[in-house]
């Protein structure tokens, strides 16, 4: 059974930093491309960014680009969301999805965390 | 980037009836190459992530009920709940996986008994 656990939320202010972490198991993770998607309190759904089997690929949605760090350590089977000059907007639960296990990132996301929740306030 | 538009935002059906939810691309999700929609539906119930229903535009995931169904190709697409089931309430959303990203999904479509 796929597992995704993510970890690390909470409250930040404005210009913060956060880590968010995501715990895999139940599937070889090291063949899979990972993304995260984000939810806003009471909106839709959010692409936010996605990385390669091995790290050496990475996507953003612009709206993140330079602020946010996608990585992942795949003898931890784990993949990670650095998240830097945090604002307001960004409030949000961030789930971790596994995707594509072929070259491509083009694939819909499979398999989704229970979420963890980012709240960027004074 | 390519914007994706659903429509009705909520509907209400009557437990047993048809539910058709449409999601319309700004551009086309269609490759010729593979003859495949770039086009996922998913499901998200109050409290819960989403769950994939179809991929593919068509291609109904393992467990998920015959009563769900996707069609459409290039930039109009629909998922239809056959005969919708209380379980069914919930929050449907398209999202389009066409190269290169951002892979965006549509604002969502609430589903409710009626």
């Known amino acids: 059974e796929v597992q995704l656990v993510e970890s690390g939320g909470g409250l930040v202010q404005p210009g913060g930093s956060l880590r968010l972490s995501c715990a895999a198991s139940?599937?070889?993770?090291?063949?899979?491309?990972m993304s995260w998607v984000r939810q806003a309190p009471r909106k839709g759904l959010e692409w936010v960014a996605t990385?390669?089997?091995?790290?050496?690929?990475?996507y953003y949605v612009d709206s993140v680009k330079g602020r946010f760090s996608i990585s992942r350590d795949n003898a931890k089977n784990s993949v990670y969301l650095q998240m830097s000059s945090l604002r307001a907007e960004d409030t949000a639960v961030y789930y971790c999805?596994?995707?594509?296990?072929?070259?491509?990132?083009?694939?819909?996301?499979?398999?989704w965390g229970q979420g963890t929740l980012v709240t960027v306030s004074s | 980037d390519i914007v994706m538009t659903q429509s009705p935002d909520s509907l209400a059906v009557s437990l047993g009836e048809r539910a058709t939810i449409n999601c319309k691309s700004s551009q086309s999700v269609f490759y010729s190459s593979n003859n495949k929609n770039y086009l996922a539906w998913y499901q998200q119930k109050p409290g819960q992530p989403p769950k994939l229903l179809i991929s593919w535009a068509s291609t109904r995931e393992s467990g998920v009920p015959d009563r769900f169904s996707g069609s459409g190709s290039g930039t109009d697409f629909t998922l239809t709940i056959s005969s919708l089931q209380a379980e069914d309430v919930a929050v449907y959303y398209c999202q389009q996986y066409h190269s290169p990203p951002p892979f965006t999904f549509g604002p969502g479509t609430k589903v409710d008994i009626k």
């Open positions: 999805a596994r995707t594509s296990s072929n070259n491509w990132a083009a694939s819909p996301s499979y398999d």
């Open positions: 990385i390669k089997q091995d790290g050496s690929v990475t």
């Open positions: 139940g599937f070889t993770f090291s063949s899979s491309w």
